[in-house]
């Protein structure tokens, strides 16, 4: 069953259609544990503004974080606040000043809104911005029937992509600024954590042209969607040993590069331990606390490179995403296990906590999945 | 009609076999035009050497000019010399403190003896070496039936691929050196000559994941091979046009990126115009004499950089082949369009003379074609 | 007699003081050679925009251009036009929507005015931005007594410099970009060109470490300059032969990096022909027209890398001279030669034509030099 | 009181001596604490060998470990074997194959013996090969009388140094790879522990025109040498917080670079948390153990590239050595505070267990110092 229905069949609305007062939304009403189906105000379209219709949102773990209200979240958010930060959307309308889109148009967007006054904002860095708010995390996000973005966050998706993929562009950054953070074409690769981040690297890696591109998980079915997304080998960490099949399967050699998506400190751990000396380990996996490493070791004694990785390029990521999707490279539908109704976000964040998904795609109020 | 027979067909006679004391060769006598086939004598191995027996030999332009005795050739080539720099053979003795291979095992060959000493061997860059010697050239080469090399130029051919395509991993290596010049996933590639070479450089490009690749050359025969090469579009240079042609393919943008195979200044005028401010040219092709630019329009005020290439880094580009090769990612066989008795070398000259043929390889006397 | 004077002794007038309605500028008229003082009407500060009070402004080679109206000029500027894109002033006005800075601050400024759409913009190399409008060549520049900004383009001058310095930032940060295209620490450069930029070229590579700076020119008088800037080595090139005075100084190694300032055909094939295997040559300097190269043997077979350098990158480029400028490590003032009354610009185009100066800084009406 | 004395002092006897049979050594004869002094055999001249009368020789902390024999010596180091791996020699004898250096000539060395066929020696990456065995640890050192050296290791010192620096650029090369590692002109660096690699480090640091250099360590006695190899300022770690005192002398920008040189848990934690977002720590100071981090707040959010850092690039290190040396652009005398005969080498074990020394240099028997 594949719940990816192609982009032809999605003709939008007219956007000419009166906007209503009032959305529902997915609200993070207070500090502590949950989330809200509410009415809210339909937003208003400020000066360097799109006011967007949603049309399919996807589910983050972070999202679960805050629906938990773990430290980080109650150390961050601010209720109440519309959460969803990976979406897509139809241009509805343009604030002053805007003059790049036109109605109509579909919009996938950057999450980060930056300063542009910092010294990363003004040196072609601004993923790493000093001053990053984010959608759906620090101000309203895309879980509604509208949402307001800044016009310079929008990116016009693919024309040949169905929705569900131009909703995850966002995670996609993620894991082609990942991929892309070192050599790939002609390398030795492993994704250690198979999440839908770690899905979409796999099939970034196998697009641009990794020799070998390794995929490791504890969950059997995350495994299994490694398999549908081309991994040329999967690793269950829970029951083989790391390191022992990746330096069968590279002749000895061991890897030029890991792609960390877990957070996991075995993984790191066993990773280092697998790479070549010089080789380079790139980390978008958050830990849930500190941990140790034995860097003489791990890290110095063989003269390895680790690269903390945060967001996406600000836009060179978008300008890769764009080619890789466009040209049809890269097909991402695979990780994309379920669609389900906004509506249904409670389900959705119990599906996820089961470990039984890939990428969980919600379909607003109102929208035709 | 494909002329590639599979790996497995090709089982190498024991090399226990009494070595002869004179062989086949097709050598350049003398100053002046022409090559003959002589007998020569077999060379002896010496220290730090391996003795193959030639399986398979490409023909590359060069070949050609020494053939018909160009300026270059004649301010170069020292007759009497074996011609032949492309080639695999088969290891039948090694010299003296040479540990690393084994008899009859398959090696492909770095035709750059390098010195070692200078700046460039000492800081990773052999690959321009300021006292370079090249098989074929400078010493005696592949085009007979044995030839020793530096046991240190020799590569250990992939077992999965047939004897036609170990022969050309030099020339191979050429274009994995000017396609890995410059960023090249998810991007857009214009390939400027499709001899072998820009051939191979389309094949590398596609593995590497470049979301457009684009060929042009004059030749309609050598454009069909482009489109077995999996270009993504090609042009007619002789009746095209490929500034518009290009703009027209990249949605406006321009190319993220040149690979120049063909040394002719219109095409590299063409490219540069047609690159994106900030792109990349990465130069192979050896024009016939020297050209001029508009310096300040093509390439100062866009921000280009321009890439000189020359042989292969040693021996990173070796490590690259064997994954592109390993990895099936890419496929040369669609570029080898004629497989030849070596015996037929002025048959060879001809059929290249007349550009109707991508890469020709020849069967050296006794084996097996 | 050295013109500049510090900073302290150069405390501006009160910024409260009523605006005039008019002031004097140095105008491009009409299409043909020269140019005019004028009463023209003190600009109007828009968004986004800052108002300054023009303290000093430096003249360049452009301006000579202009004034000629060579062919280059008469494509591309409109008069009439205020001339002057290299300055340093004091914030008068803010503009709406300006929050950042305050009035009384001295302020230098990039001199392009970037879309900030187009790929180049938006992937952090809005130094090659495909829509660059230029201040004093495409709209009014600082040639005048008062002159607005763009706000993004305006970066506050280090408190330490002198007047004279911060309104040469603009052109040095055309050397810093050229010196820090490549490797400059521990590594033997040579200026080719020795006009100012050349000049401030030779104290970027001195302060950042490279080991040899060499530095060329047909000018004595430059050639004293170059001296003064802390060149470890000067050559007349229009007495000495480049190449081999370059393979004395370099005990045969020959350069890792030219900077090439001069634009002119043989010392870029010089410069070539003595760089390394392997080095690289960014090129600053432009020809007046196209010109050939012997690409085999000066670029293909040596595996250079040429780098088209136009501009400064926004913004790393102003942080590294704030650093070098701020820090004291570099010192530009035996460049900067002459300061004369704005009012002068004719006699200051007089000098320039005659080779008898290094950088000539105007200081405008009112203003004390 | 400056212990360095000019090199011109310093004329060698001659070469053509004849050679005594045996000589005197520092040897870790057994397993376990302590060393001897010891007659042995001169050693035998091998093929491709330089046979070295020991001039100077550096006293390294990682001799400390193999006195002490710590948990890192007793499983690495096979006795009896004579110590160190920092020195300058006069070449004696050249061994069968060598034809580059003549008697007489004075060599510093490389101290790694690496394999030539590991992926890292076939990529230019020999200072991570997988097989590297170490002069003075692995192999007998240069704590003697004479030492045989791999003639490709040997490195021509240059020859406006005096023999004390010479002997020292093993460890000069550590600091020149870390402080290479990542950008350095024009930024701001911190280097976390002034032992005497990070004193050189320092030197190399301003040498290549950082523009702020702060140094860091919890000794007096060590931050005062920092002083006089020009750090711009200095912390004591100890009793200042480390973290505030940057930001105040970066003016809240943070810095650029941290070269870590302590292993010092906390001087990693805080370096990190004060670089600026996007900025690089390469590290090569080795912990005693494990420790941890807490990678989201310092690595990941931040987009941080940690390098690990091990030997010298074989040879780029040694070529930028000698230009910074040779120019005279680096001067490391200040942090070379004692010159002893070798047989005190206890005595000069104790000094630097007693945290009262900078460099210490050993003078062999025979040797004037």
């Given at each position: 069953?594949?719940?990816?229905?192609?982009?032809?069949?999605?003709?939008?609305?007219?956007?000419?259609?009166?906007?209503?007062?009032?959305?529902?939304?997915?609200?993070?009403?207070?500090?502590?544990?949950?989330?809200?189906?509410?009415?809210?105000?339909?937003?208003?379209?400020?000066?360097?503004?799109l006011l967007l219709r949603v049309l399919?949102?996807?589910?983050?773990?972070?999202?679960?974080?805050?629906?938990?209200?773990?430290?980080?979240?109650?150390?961050?958010?601010?209720?109440?606040?519309?959460?969803?930060?990976?979406?897509?959307?139809?241009?509805?309308?343009?604030?002053?000043?805007?003059?790049?889109?036109?109605?109509?148009?579909?919009?996938?967007?950057?999450?980060?809104?930056?300063?542009?006054?910092?010294?990363?904002?003004?040196?072609?860095?601004?993923?790493?911005?000093?001053?990053?708010?984010?959608?759906?995390?620090?101000?309203?996000?895309?879980?509604?029937?509208?949402?307001?973005?800044?016009?310079?966050?929008?990116?016009?998706?693919?024309?040949?992509?169905?929705?569900?993929?131009?909703?995850?562009?966002?995670?996609?950054?993620?894991?082609?600024?990942?991929?892309?953070?070192?050599?790939?074409?002609?390398?030795?690769?492993?994704?250690?954590?198979?999440?839908?981040?770690?899905?979409?690297?796999?099939?970034?890696?196998?697009?641009?042209?990794?020799?070998?591109?390794?995929a490791s998980d504890i969950s059997p079915?995350?495994?299994?969607?490694?398999?549908?997304?081309?991994?040329?080998?999967?690793?269950?960490?829970?029951?083989?040993?790391?390191?022992?099949?990746?330096?069968?399967?590279?002749?000895?050699?061991?890897?030029?590069?890991?792609?960390?998506?877990?957070?996991?400190?075995?993984?790191?751990?066993?990773?280092?331990?697998?790479?070549?000396?010089?080789?380079?380990?790139?980390?978008?996996?958050?830990?849930?606390?500190?941990?140790?490493?034995?860097?003489?070791?791990?890290?110095?004694?063989?003269?390895?490179?680790?690269?903390?990785?945060?967001?996406?390029?600000?836009?060179?990521?978008?300008?890769?995403?764009?080619?890789?999707?466009?040209?049809?490279?890269?097909?991402?539908?695979?990780?994309?296990?379920?669609?389900?109704?906004?509506?249904?976000?409670?389900?959705?964040?119990?599906?996820?906590?089961?470990?039984?998904?890939?990428?969980?795609?919600?379909?607003?109020?109102?929208?035709?999945?």
């Open positions: 069953m594949n719940p990816v229905i192609p982009a032809a069949a999605k003709a939008p609305a007219a956007s000419s259609r009166a906007l209503p007062r009032t959305m529902k939304a997915v609200v993070k009403a207070a500090a502590g544990p949950g989330a809200e189906i509410r009415d809210v105000p339909v937003p208003a379209c400020g000066a360097g503004e399919r949102a996807g589910v983050c773990g972070t999202d679960l974080h805050i629906f938990e209200w773990d430290r980080w979240s109650a150390g961050r958010v601010r209720p109440p606040v519309t959460l969803g930060h990976e979406f897509v959307g139809e241009v509805v309308e343009r604030g002053a000043e805007v003059a790049e889109f036109r109605a109509g148009e579909r919009v996938a967007c950057e999450s980060h809104i930056v300063c542009g006054h910092c010294v990363a904002c003004r040196t072609g860095n601004s993923h790493v911005c000093e001053n990053t708010r984010i959608l759906g995390v620090d101000v309203n996000g895309g879980f509604a029937e509208y949402v307001t973005v800044p016009a310079v966050n929008a990116w016009r998706a693919p024309a040949n992509i169905p929705l569900e993929v131009a909703a995850v562009m966002e995670p996609l950054g993620n894991a082609v600024h990942t991929v892309f953070a070192g050599p790939v074409a002609a390398s030795s690769l492993a994704v250690t954590g198979c999440g839908p981040i770690g899905l979409f690297a796999l099939g970034v890696a196998r697009a641009a042209g990794a020799s070998r591109v390794i079915y995350r495994l299994d969607l490694a398999r549908r997304m081309n991994a040329d080998a999967v690793i269950d960490a829970g029951r083989e040993n790391f390191v022992d099949r990746v330096r069968q399967y590279t002749v000895g050699r061991g890897l030029d590069g890991v792609l960390e998506m877990s957070g996991n400190p075995n993984a790191v751990r066993d990773g280092l331990a697998v790479l070549r000396n010089g080789g380079r380990m790139s980390m978008l996996g958050l830990p849930h606390e500190p941990y140790e490493l034995d860097w003489n070791r791990l890290v110095i004694f063989k003269g390895i490179t680790l690269h903390g990785i945060i967001g996406r390029r600000m836009f060179e990521t978008w300008y890769q995403m764009d080619n890789l999707l466009g040209s049809g490279r890269l097909d991402l539908r695979p990780a994309i296990t379920h669609v389900m109704k906004m509506e249904q976000f409670n389900d959705a964040v119990g599906l996820l906590r089961s470990g039984q998904a890939g990428k969980v795609v919600l379909v607003p109020w109102g929208e035709q999945g």
